[in-house]
């Protein structure tokens, strides 16, 4: 096999051979990746072809890589970052306030929170283009899938060590809701700690809700007591604890990028708001007064 790799693979039947890897999966593949399943297939047939190799073998319960296709992982994986390097540095060297900003934010921190003042940053930079995900994971910006992060994390642990930021203040806790149950965060085993020191350490724990949003609804359905930020449940549901520090609250962009100049404007816009939110953080005023954006 002369040629060299550029010549042989496309790299986006790379990205489909390395996301059917991961997930074992072509349907969570194409899912992950966002394009159809029979997109997925195609791409695998032909990056089996281009290679005289068969990378998968196809079963019942899914896709299951060969020897051949393991062997080839690590190569590939230096390939991936490789990539991203390239990527990055190519985002990093465009210094013009335009262009997208990828910016990762759970969806109920972006809508009850920060809209105003990411309307505010829209409007003041007309040809900057904001594109959310909503997530709650960090691993999306380290992995090159975010620009800009806004993370909500547990006290005192820091977010991944290869991310640079700012932490600009806590997120105020308390419980809220109704009911002889507690509605879990991640089931009954993990949630026990944490409820058992709360004023009511006795109740039984059911369900596993993470998504803020969906926490705040079956809360407000009556499905039972949740423990929220402030932020998030003082306008809907009545307090039945006094607000103590419960997230750190971070804005965070990946070190490669930090000096790229639109990056840097709106990770500072966000900083600014986010302190200047401090008192409905804290769970001192409610969401929605005092809150006109700079």
């Not at 959310?132 to 806004?150: K, N, P, R, T, W």
Request: aromatic letters at 6%; glycine letters at 8%; hydrophobic letters at 45%.
């Amino acid at each position: 096999m002369s040629a060299g790799l550029a010549e042989i693979l496309d790299w986006d039947d790379v990205r489909v051979f390395l996301a059917v890897v991961r997930a074992s999966s072509a349907r969570k593949a194409s899912a992950e990746l966002g394009v159809s399943r029979p997109t997925v297939t195609r791409r695998l047939t032909a990056m089996e072809a281009r290679l005289g190799l068969e990378l998968f073998e196809r079963r019942a319960d899914g896709l299951h890589p060969t020897q051949a296709a393991m062997d080839m992982m690590p190569a590939v994986e230096r390939a991936e970052t490789a990539m991203l390097g390239v990527a990055l540095a190519a985002q990093a060297a465009n210094q013009q306030m335009r262009g997208p900003i990828r910016v990762s934010v759970p969806a109920v921190v972006a809508a009850d929170l920060l809209m105003d003042d990411l309307v505010a940053f829209a409007n003041r930079w007309p040809e900057i283009d904001l594109i959310f995900s909503g997530s709650y994971q960090v691993s999306d910006l380290a992995q090159g899938e975010a620009d800009v992060a806004i993370r909500f994390q547990p006290l005192a642990v820091p977010p991944d060590e290869t991310l640079t930021g700012r932490k600009v203040g806590n997120a105020y806790m308390a419980i809220y809701g109704e009911g002889n149950n507690w509605i879990g965060n991640r089931g009954a085993t993990e949630d026990r700690a944490w409820v058992e020191r709360t004023k009511f350490p006795r109740l039984p724990i059911r369900h596993a809700i993470w998504d803020g949003e969906i926490l705040r609804s079956a809360c407000i359905k009556g499905l039972g007591l949740a423990r929220m930020p402030c932020f998030m449940a003082d306008e809907r549901l009545r307090r039945r604890s006094k607000p103590e520090p419960g997230l750190d609250v971070w804005v965070l962009v990946h070190p490669d990028l930090k000096r790229n100049p639109r990056l840097r404007a709106f990770r500072d816009a966000m900083t600014d708001a986010l302190r200047r939110l401090e008192p409905v953080l804290q769970g001192k005023v409610k969401p929605g007064r005092g809150r006109k954006p700079r």
